[in-house]
């Protein structure tokens, strides 16, 4: 665990058996220390925490949720809709 603030944005794969709201309260028992903020913007759940959570731990707390999740370092929803739109334009390696 390392002490660099970082921001998961959480994605529901199953908008009908697992809509947004619910992945809001699970996600408010899974990430329960650390967490600055949490609120959900259309079909994302941001999370902020004040520490970035290793790769093999977010694996282990999402297990076979039908989620997908970044781990990026904004803020600013408005600032997530920009890195979305270049990283759906753009293929990174």
Do not use: C
Not at 34 to 51: A, P, Q, R, W
């Amino acid at each position: 665990m390392a002490t660099t603030p970082s921001t998961i944005v959480v994605f529901t794969e199953d908008n009908i058996n697992f809509p947004t709201k619910w992945v809001k309260v699970v996600m408010k028992q899974l990430f329960q220390y650390g967490v600055k903020d949490m609120y959900e913007s259309g079909d994302k759940v941001f999370i902020s925490l004040s520490y970035s959570p290793r790769g093999t731990t977010l694996k282990r707390k999402f297990g076979n949720l039908p989620v997908r999740y970044m781990r990026v370092k904004i803020d600013k929803d408005d600032d997530f809709k920009i890195l979305q739109r270049v990283v759906r334009r753009y293929h990174f390696f």
